[in-house]
């Protein structure tokens, strides 16, 4: 019965032999619907209202010997529904609804979605846990997932309670009665408030979370696909309370607020190990919070993944396994440097090569790879970490940042004694990393003789693929594309492709998995130069930009701009996107 459930002409009979569509709807439908899928065929029933969608759930429950649950405006206790994150209930259409002992309920919409199966059967496997389906309507599904966004609803129902207790202080005050308001705001209603706060932070798989006071409210933003968003509004007096809630997690000390402190939580939310560094900074009056998110169960994506070209993974995976050198990158913060690195030293991450790093933080763990995190307080700096690191016989090193002229020289020499080294530094552009390196005092000599490859990027927000659509773009934005493809070489273009021709743009509309941004994601946007001998003859030379260009142009390389505006015509991002890029 599943297998023919499948297809159209089996859900049909199971419709008709339940009595849910008439002979005469039948017989037009199948003729319709010859050979083809099932969802083709549930599309039509539900547009065409010839069925209920409860009625639909019901009959493929049935047909299964499955379960059909009702949903609809049904309360889950949050800590059943997180088993499943909010990302895969939206994607796949799945609910955990029930829990007794280590068997959890879960609802299907599609209870044939092998995909589904397959990814709750991970998680399940990941607690240990199993999962006995059912059936429910999509409806239902939209429904509850509304719960897993209730982040102003569960916070106000604290802040009630925190007010309360405030009020229930003040009393107690006017009466002679000790005690302080201080220590009941404090209490359960700010711990709810911040965990609420955290735990919302990862669901909406947010990189960094800012507290900050604002006259009289405390504001809380949220940085998503790398743009801050104000998800939540605190009444004022309760900012000291939840800063000072913070502190606490993060052994931090209470009692000084005028110098900045640096700290470090560890949670478990949904099944997950969650890092959150916390920075506290003094401000006119009060303090502000950052915490940055790391989910330290995440997995290293891939070069194809991260968004990379072939033409430039290929480059990546050759250079990578290059005995000794310096692979550099370079771009501002929260570009994806360190997550590009990580990546390529997972290439070639086997038992017969010795790879550390240095890390601030530390982001993704790789198994095999010895990970050190910096601790500038005691003096354990890139610098002093990449002497200790040439002591330990490693073939790979990769230092997390270039920040100073004794790590530069030091990463240097350590490339030119048959070490490979892989690290970061920030400049705007590829072509700027040289100019940047013998500001710091690096000869031009060494470098020419170490550097690879030098990679430049930044993260441009992606296209939600549930609500994209066309786009119509002004004429002179349309130009910008023009000009800025006027001069890549033809094998970079989409096949058919031409600039002088008609362009395609396209744009998300906004939906509930998007947070109706119209974006979900982000694909890294880059620019590469391969260090070639005429190249290496250029830096000794003084490195004269217009010839340097005139040679990575003969190398067939291209911007970072062409590289964003191709994304563009490729439908991977818009053109207000590396707008918005290229005003950063």
């Keep these: 019965m599943a297998v023919a459930l499948k297809t159209a002409a089996g859900l049909l009979e199971l419709l008709a032999g339940q009595g849910k569509i008439g002979k005469e709807t039948f017989v037009a439908l199948a003729t ?76 299907y919409v599609d209870p044939l979605d092998a995909s589904a199966a397959e990814a709750v059967g991970f998680l399940m496997a990941e607690r240990n846990m199993q999962a006995v389906p059912s059936v429910t309507t999509p409806s239902a599904v939209m429904s509850i997932l509304k719960q897993y966004g209730a982040l102003k609803k569960e916070v106000a129902v604290a802040i009630e309670t925190a007010e309360q207790e405030q ?143 072939k033409k430039y993974r290929d480059v990546m995976q050759q250079e990578v396994r290059k005995p000794h050198g310096m692979i550099l990158i370079t771009g501002p913060t929260g570009s994806g440097k360190s997550t590009t690195l990580l990546t390529m030293l997972g290439m070639i991450n086997d038992e017969g090569v010795n790879i550390s790093t240095l890390e601030d933080p530390v982001e993704y763990f790789l ?100 609500c994209k659509m066309d786009a119509e773009v002004p004429e002179a934005m349309a130009q910008q594309v023009r000009d800025a493809l006027k001069d890549v070489p033809p094998d970079y273009l989409p096949k058919g492709f031409t600039i002088d021709g008609p362009m395609a743009f396209k744009k998300g509309k906004g939906c509930i998995r998007c947070s109706d941004t119209g974006y979900a994601g982000r694909t890294v946007i880059a620019e590469i130069i391969g260090v070639s001998p005429e190249i290496q003859r250029l830096m000794n030379a003084g490195f004269p930009m217009e010839q340097v260009k005139a040679e990575i142009r003969k190398q067939g390389w291209i911007t970072m701009r062409q590289d964003a505006m191709l994304k563009v015509i490729e439908g991977a991002t818009t053109v207000d996107e590396v707008l918005r890029l290229a005003r950063e």
């Design 32 to 107: 319709e619907f010859a050979g083809q899928d099932a969802d083709a065929l549930e599309r039509a029933l539900l547009e065409r209202k010839l069925v209920q969608d409860e009625d639909l759930a019901r009959a493929k429950a049935e047909g299964l010997g499955l379960e059909f649950v009702d949903l609809s405006g049904r309360q889950v206790d949050a800590d059943t529904l997180n088993i499943i994150p909010k990302a895969v209930a939206e994607q796949y259409q799945v609910i955990a609804y029930e829990q007794a002992g280590t068997t959890l309920k879960v609802a």
């Design 367 to 466: 198994p095999g790879v010895n990970q050190s995190q910096i601790k500038p307080e005691i003096k354990f700096t890139f610098a002093n970490g990449l002497r200790a690191l040439l002591r330990q016989d490693p073939n790979v090193i990769m230092v997390g940042e270039i920040r100073d002229q004794e790590t530069g020289e030091l990463a240097v020499h350590a490339a030119l004694t048959g070490h490979l080294i892989l690290t970061t530094i920030h400049t705007n552009d590829a072509i700027g990393v040289i100019p940047r390196l013998t500001d710091l005092g690096v000869e031009p000599f060494l470098l020419s003789a170490t550097l690879n490859l030098i990679i430049a990027q930044r993260l441009a927000r992606k296209i939600c693929e549930h």
């Design 167 to 309: 009020e229930e202080a003040e009393d107690e005050v006017l009466k002679g009665e000790e005690t302080k308001i201080e220590e009941v705001i404090k209490g359960a209603p700010v711990s709810r408030i911040v965990s609420v706060v955290m735990r919302y932070a990862v669901e909406s798989k947010a990189s960094d979370i800012h507290i900050e006071p604002k006259g009289k409210e405390s504001r809380v933003r949220y940085r998503i696909d790398g743009v801050l968003r104000t998800l939540l509004t605190l009444p004022g007096y309760l900012h000291s309370a939840v800063v000072s809630r913070v502190k606490v997690l993060a052994n931090l000390k209470l009692d000084e607020t005028r110098v900045p402190q640096d700290g470090r939580i560890t949670q478990v939310i949904n099944g997950k190990n969650i890092d959150f560094r916390i920075s506290t900074l003094p401000v006119v009056d009060n303090e502000k919070v950052v915490m940055r998110v790391l989910d330290t169960s995440t997995g290293v994506p891939t070069l194809e993944g991260l968004g990379f070209r």
